[in-house]
T-cell receptor, first 115, second 115 residues
């Protein structure tokens, strides 16, 4: 079974700073997808970024980028020029490429951006 | 237009009651999911239906019964509610294409409080 671990329950940075959220996972699959989801106080789940395991290039979406280390089974999220609106819970998630495509989530990191 | 909608958004009820949560998607997807987010914010898959067929059934008490009348709807019925059932329940939907990434779109969640 796959597991996802986020070792930082809470983080706090000043606006405009860069912050990195950590995620490790465990799987025996060779093909899979990894995601970062954002959950603001509205509780809506918002997909921030995804990474296909077969791609060596790290995914980027504007201010959001990942550091995907397949051998180390590590998938961190970097938020550059952080904004007040980035304040939210962030969840790392794993999905197998084959079979039932359920999302397996980490415990979440509560990120606060301070003015 | 709301892509994935859930009713109700909030549900407060007494222990022992039976309640249902409804989910509808207008994205033309063929796969729908129920996830549970507990009081510690941990998200876990409960069920998934593909074309009205149950394909994922995690270790969930049999007091929980999903029903999919058609591809656009997936309802969750809970019998004999217990205090531990208090959580936020998320519905999600996706297309199911083998060997490719299929983004899951989440509903707004239903906060269930059992007193």
């Amino acid at each position: 079974a796959q597991t996802v671990t986020q070792s930082q329950p809470e983080m706090s940075v000043q606006e405009a700073e860069t912050v990195t959220l950590s995620c490790t996972y465990d799987t025996s699959e060779s093909n899979y997808y990894l995601f970062w989801y954002k959950q603001p106080p509205s509780r809506q789940m918002i997909l921030v970024i995804r990474q296909e395991a077969y791609k060596q290039q790290n995914a980027t979406e504007n201010r959001f980028s990942v550091n995907f280390q397949k051998a180390a089974k590590s998938f961190s999220l970097k938020i550059s020029d952080s904004q007040l609106g980035d304040t939210a819970m962030y969840f790392c998630a794993f999905m197998k490429d084959q079979g039932a495509q359920k999302l397996v989530f980490g415990q979440g990191t509560r990120l606060t951006i301070n003015p | 237009d709301t892509a994935v909608s859930q009713t109700p958004k909030y549900l407060v009820t007494q222990m022992g009651n039976d309640k249902s949560i409804k989910c509808e998607q207008n994205l033309g997807h063929d796969t729908m999911y129920w996830y549970k987010q507990d009081s510690k914010k941990f998200l876990k898959i409960m069920f998934s239906y593909n074309n009205k067929e149950l394909i994922i059934n995690e270790t969930v008490p049999n007091r929980f019964s999903p029903k999919s009348p058609d591809k656009a709807h997936l309802n969750l019925h809970i019998n004999s509610l217990e205090l531990g059932d208090s959580a936020v329940y998320f519905c999600a939907s996706s297309s199911r294409t083998a060997g490719s990434y299929n983004e899951q779109f989440f509903g707004p969640g239903t906060r269930l409080t059992v007193l």
